[in-house]
């Protein structure tokens, strides 16, 4: 007994005895403990410190709800759609849990925000912090990736062709453009291939280098240590320092406090929308990216043919260039903003152009004729498709009867005209109905092959109005053609 306890001698008194001692002592919690919590902050703690830590609990919660969005998810084109659609319609709290990561994705990038922009004016990137601000920037790059690429995953009209935008934007990269885009959507139609690869980013790729960067991020700036207000010397402090703990956590928990609420208010009022399922075939539907692209978006319809090179690659280069050096070029010690006019200066710009751009975005879509329509048209699809109750797939079973029916040539020939007629462009494939036309699954317990024959031949006003071309077909085909719509069970 005795020579069991020779080692243990040098334990600290502090919860030194039962379990937390022997943890203790194992693991070095207790120090572990203090270092984080007595950081040194020359000057004391401020409310302008706390968005950092607001990130790290955004990004916990992205992940954690995440992980749950997982349990139902499936990355493909025929199952994307429906899975999420099951997450919002029928899982317990499924919508205001896909509601906290949809917006928490948007809280992440408003933090992001200012979290840079506090950086930037306190001048808390100089003295020795070139790394951490190189880490941070990258940082902010792969939370625009987690942004860019989450957004696609729920595979509905407006994830669709917002995305189709976003790689179609990349193709206009002089030279590379077109080969990163076929690499994006693992093809040059988007379909499960996209899908796949922007889960794995998302879910997998992205994090793992996010989890990389934050851990050299924390360690940097611990090692570089807190820059205090912005009349503190950048590299040797010498403001009386107040230790991280107890004010500076709970001014940060305030944050963390507001965003629970914050988000927490908005997902059970306001939950997010889903719309139908993409319908490439859809040559009306007006893609609009999320807030925070819109000024990237609006910027691009400025830039066309040659002089695009200008717009898409040399201006963001040097815009991108001249953020990543900051710290190498500005190598003066002042702080002060009133000090740095060409620093503010150039922030103001960029600030008041993001802006402009965006509020442009928004004024023309509400005042190009046609566009307003259309998106309004959209709000009320996606509001319609909502109020739906869930539908499942059709089972495996039921696909394996669909062509045991399709086993009747007739109606195989017939689902061949369905499809050169683009029939299913508004009526789905296996005609399950999209936004565009009703389903037509289940027509022949309605209407009898002579009715669908007259129907046909007089379409009814409604048919007209949905934009249904007249069908013109010889006799035979015309049979088949019924014959498949009549199988649709
Ligand atoms: C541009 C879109 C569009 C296309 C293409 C289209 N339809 Fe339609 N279809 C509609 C609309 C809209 C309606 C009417 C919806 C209503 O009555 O509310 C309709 C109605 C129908 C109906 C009657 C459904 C019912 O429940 O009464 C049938 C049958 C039908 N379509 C078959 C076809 C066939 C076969 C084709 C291919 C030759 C086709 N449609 C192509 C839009 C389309």
Redesign the pocket.
Known sequence: MQLEHQGESDATPRSATGFWGWLNHRTGLDDLLRTALYEPIPGGARFAYIFGSGLLFIFLSQIITGVFLALYYVPSADHAHTTVSYITKAVTAGSFLRSLHAYGASAMVIVLLLHLSQTYIYGAYKGRRELLWLSGCVLFGLVMAMAFTGYLLPWDQRAYFATAVGTNAVSEIPWIGESIKRLLRGGTEMGTLTISRFFVAHVFFVPALIFALIASHIFLFRKAGAAGPFNEDPYDPKQKPELFYPRQVLMDLSLTALLIIGLGVLCFFVPMQLGPPANPADTQYIPRPEWYYLAIFQWLKYWHGAASIIGVLVIPTILVLAVLTLPFLDRSVERRPWKRPAAMGGYAFVLFSLVGLGLRSQYLDRHEPGVAQQLAKQKIEEAEYMRKPFEPELSSVSLAAENVLLADPLAAKGKA??EA???????GDG?VGTA?????VG?AT??SSDQ?AE??KH??A??N?????P?D?PADDLKA??A??ESLK
Do not use: D, E, W
């Open positions: 005209i369905f007629q683009s029939c299913n462009a508004c009526h005609g565009a036309a009703p389903a037509l027509i309605r209407l669908l129907l046909f379409p009814t409604k048919m109005a949905g934009g249904m071309p069908i077909l053609l019924i498949y719509v």
